[in-house]
Nanobody, 131 residues
Framework: EVQLVESGGGSVQAGGSLRLSCTTS????????MSWWRQAPGAECELIAS???????DYPDSVKGRFAISLDNGKATMYLQMNSLKPDDTAVYYCAADLPGAYSDYESRLSPCQSDKYIYWGQGTQVTVSS
């Protein structure tokens, strides 16, 4: 059975840091297209970090320089290190997986959270940043 399980969310003050984990099972993390998403109340789903087939990573301007995606293939876990957190970062955070090379660039990846466009999604973890 394929599973993606997010953890590491919680409450933090502005300027603080959190590291989210996406623990996977049932498929090969190293051979998958992996990404992090978030959705704030009343807002659209936002793609915030992704790994490309060539190993490069993409981030939108809203998190660039503050967030970093990484993979530990040995632990079958993807991470999202979040620094200099702001109240606007408050959202439910999701991880997603798809076939390698499924997307060519940031725009082609865009999707509603937990849609059928991606093969696998996690259940989400809440991050709350207070001012």
């Amino acid at each position: 059975e394929v599973q993606l399980v997010e953890s590491g969310g919680g409450s933090v003050q502005a300027g603080g840091s959190l590291r989210l984990s996406c623990t996977t099972s049932g498929f090969g993390l190293a051979n998958s297209d992996m990404s992090w998403w978030r959705q704030a109340p009343g807002a659209e789903c936002e793609l915030i970090a992704s790994t490309n087939y060539d190993g490069s990573t993409d981030y939108p301007d809203s998190v660039k320089g503050r967030f970093a995606i990484s993979l530990d293939n040995g632990k079958a876990t993807m991470y999202l290190q979040m620094n200099s957190l702001k109240p606007d970062d408050t959202a439910v955070y999701y991880c997603a997986a798809d076939l390698p090379g499924a997307y060519s660039d940031y725009e082609s990846r865009l999707s509603p959270c937990q849609s059928d466009k991606y093969i696998y999604w996690g259940q989400g973890t809440q991050v709350t940043v207070s001012s």
